[in-house]
């Protein structure tokens, strides 16, 4: 099992920045992918942001390129977010998973309890 834990969200105006992290646990590895999706209300579930493991690179859902950045440091998951937008307001979930696939097919085994994220006037 591993275990994923969020911090870091929360309210502010457009045009701010936040900045998200998730520490992974238990049986945790470098060889997982993690990534970050996110939820509001009423909508479909979103791919926000994908690392992939062993340096193969990153993805992002083309409304957040350039304004979010993906990082990644031992066993922590970062999403900077910059000139935020009032539809950046969801709940961000961090995931990982051995099987890095999943992150394209919006199914990853291991979720976060996720974290609010809230980007009004």
């Known amino acids: 099992q591993v275990r994923l834990v969020e911090s870091g969200g929360g309210s502010v105006q457009p045009g701010g920045s936040l900045r998200l992290s998730c520490e992974a646990s238990g049986d945790y590895d470098n060889?997982?992918?993690?990534?970050w999706f996110r939820q509001a209300p009423g909508k479909a579930r979103e791919r926000v942001a994908t690392f992939y493991s062993r340096?193969?690179?990153?993805?992002?859902?083309?409304?957040?390129?350039?304004?979010?950045?993906?990082?990644?440091?031992?066993?922590?998951?970062?999403?900077?977010?910059n000139d935020l937008k009032p539809e950046d307001t969801a709940t961000y979930y961090c995931t990982a998973d051995a099987k890095c696939i999943t992150m394209r097919t919006g199914i990853p085994t291991y979720w976060g309890q996720g974290t609010q994220v809230t980007v009004a006037s």
């Open 31 to 35: 060889t997982y992918c993690m990534g």
């Open 55 to 81: 340096g193969s690179g990153t993805y992002y859902l083309d409304k957040v390129y350039a304004r979010f950045t993906i990082s990644q440091v031992t066993n922590t998951l970062y999403l900077t977010m």
